[in-house]
């Protein structure tokens, strides 16, 4: 593992010395820093390889994404040294996750991230391969295709559902999922737009910007949505005859909690029009407790309730996929509040802190 923190510490800085930092694009005349032609040098094996890989890649995507994040390295989504801070929420000053949160903490705690083949040794030792609300998996999880979140997912082998993903990334676009390199974050069709240092270090006005979509009944799949995603595999978790709410949205009891659900159709004097502090106008969006929005325009969304459709709950707006420190990749610790923890529901629940 400490090759790979190497590696991952000089491909940063030849990216750093590559790339000027507001337009991180991916394409670089430094091929080599990503792939070798024979994984040969001086008749020996390269150094800080794990290949021979495909695509000729120096390494894979788990090897390639692991390191301590600083500012503009590669987007590391494994930490496995003691670098890592979460802090509360994974939105703190001293913080050095992404959005996506971390894998560190799935290494020795099942409950706390996505058990994917490469970062874990064993498959979860609860769900196995059931993603709860849905049917299981034929394999374990993997980082992309047919058993993974990104790219492809009806391919069976990770790098060929990931073609001619990185060598396009417009971060400042908005990315209507037409094609794998067009999609947000390679999620196969889903639309959004990623922040260039992908949160770390987020605030209300850099951020990324996900999509969502008010649904009008509980079977409404919302094709594009960030939840969409989730509900690939967690299925009744977003949608499904039943099981959701009772009716249609926007009345009667819920049964799980609303996603790709906006928080406009609250009435006036509602504990949701003050959302993160605000008054029901353009309130402060909140990294700590983000909302969608139904607007695909090429500007990041800084307050909510100023457009139509713009506060919108999903499953990003209490998980973290990758994983955090807290069970159930939550974002912050709710089950330990109040004695401990933090109440992040109140950035919505404004009444019941
Ligand atoms: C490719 C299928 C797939 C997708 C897509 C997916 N998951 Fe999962 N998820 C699983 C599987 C399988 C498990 C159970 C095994 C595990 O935890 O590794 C799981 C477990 C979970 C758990 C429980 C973790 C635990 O150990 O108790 C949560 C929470 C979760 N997923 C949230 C999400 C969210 C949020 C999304 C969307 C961002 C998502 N999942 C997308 C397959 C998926
Ligand atoms: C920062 C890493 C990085 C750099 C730099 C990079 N590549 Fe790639 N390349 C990848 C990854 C990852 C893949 C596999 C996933 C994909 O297809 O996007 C890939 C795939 C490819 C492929 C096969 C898929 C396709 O798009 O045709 C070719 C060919 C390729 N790269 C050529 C190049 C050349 C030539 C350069 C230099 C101009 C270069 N790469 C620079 C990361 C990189
Ligand atoms: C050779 C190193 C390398 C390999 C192998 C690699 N990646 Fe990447 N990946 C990168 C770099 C560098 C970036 C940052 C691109 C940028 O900022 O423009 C990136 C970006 C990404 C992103 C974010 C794209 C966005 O929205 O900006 C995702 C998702 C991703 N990689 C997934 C994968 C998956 C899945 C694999 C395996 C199939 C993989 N990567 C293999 C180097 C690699
Ligand atoms: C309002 C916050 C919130 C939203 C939105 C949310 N979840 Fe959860 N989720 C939780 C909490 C809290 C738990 C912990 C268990 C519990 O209290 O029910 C949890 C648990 C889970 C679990 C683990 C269940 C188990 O059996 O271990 C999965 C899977 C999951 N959520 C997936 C999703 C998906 C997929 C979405 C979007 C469709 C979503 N969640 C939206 C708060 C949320
Ligand atoms: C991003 C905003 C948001 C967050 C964060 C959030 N909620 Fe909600 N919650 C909602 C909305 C919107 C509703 C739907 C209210 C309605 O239909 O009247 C809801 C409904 C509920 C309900 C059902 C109320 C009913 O009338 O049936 C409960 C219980 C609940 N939330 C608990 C929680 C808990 C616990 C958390 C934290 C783990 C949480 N929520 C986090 C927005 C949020």
Same mark, same amino acid.
Request: aromatic content about 6%; charged content about 15%.
């Given at each position: 593992m400490r090759t790979k923190i190497i590696w991952s510490l000089i491909i940063g800085l030849a990216y750093l010395s590559s790339t000027t930092t507001s337009e991180a &694009?991916?394409?670089?005349?430094?091929?080599?820093v990503c792939h &070798?032609?024979? @994984? =040969?040098q001086d008749g020996l094996e390269m150094s800080f390889n794990t290949g021979p890989n495909p695509s000729l890649l120096r390494n894979d995507c788990i090897g390639c994404h692991t390191g301590t994040n600083i500012t503009d390295s590669f987007p590391f989504v494994l930490d496995t040294s003691e670098e890592l801070d979460y802090g509360t929420t994974g939105t703190e000053g001293t913080t050095n996750t992404?959005? *996506? *949160? @971390?894998f560190y903490w799935v290494v020795s705690t099942d409950s706390t991230g996505h058990n994917v083949t490469g970062v874990t040794t064993l498959e979860d030792q609860t769900h196995g391969l059931v993603p709860p609300g849905g049917t299981a998996l034929d394999e374990r999880l993997t980082c992309a295709g047919q058993y993974g979140c990104h790219g492809d997912r009806s391919e069976s082998d990770q790098f060929t559902a990931m073609k001619y993903s990185h060598h396009y990334t417009k971060p400042l676009l908005w990315q209507d999922g037409s094609t794998i390199a067009k999609s947000y974050r390679f999620l196969d069709g889903i639309q959004g737009f990623g922040h260039t240092t992908y949160?770390?270090?987020?605030s209300q006005t850099s951020h990324n910007k996900y999509y969502g979509k008010d649904r009008s009944a509980e079977t409404d799949t919302a094709t594009g949505t960030i939840s969409s995603l989730c509900s690939q595999c967690h299925a009744d978790f977003h949608n499904g005859s039943g099981n959701?709410? =009772? *009716?249609?949205? *926007?009345g009667g009891v819920w049964f799980r909690h609303p996603t790709d659900f906006d928080m406009g159709r609250a009435s006036a004097g509602n504990e949701f029009n003050s959302y993160n502090g605000g008054s029901g106008t353009s309130n402060p969006y909140s990294v700590i407790s983000p909302v969608a929005t139904a607007n695909t325009g090429a500007s990041v969304n800084q307050t909510v309730y100023t457009v139509s459709d713009d506060a919108i709950v999903m499953c990003l707006s209490c998980h973290r996929p990758h994983g955090t420190p807290y069970s159930s990749l939550l974002r912050w610790n709710y089950k330990g509040w109040p004695s401990d923890g933090y109440n992040g529901c109140a950035k919505c629940h404004t009444l019941k802190d």
């Open positions: &694009t991916l394409i670089s005349d430094k091929c080599d &070798t032609m024979h @994984n =040969s992404l959005a *996506g *949160g @971390n949160e770390y270090l987020p959701v709410a =009772s *009716g249609t949205f *926007g």
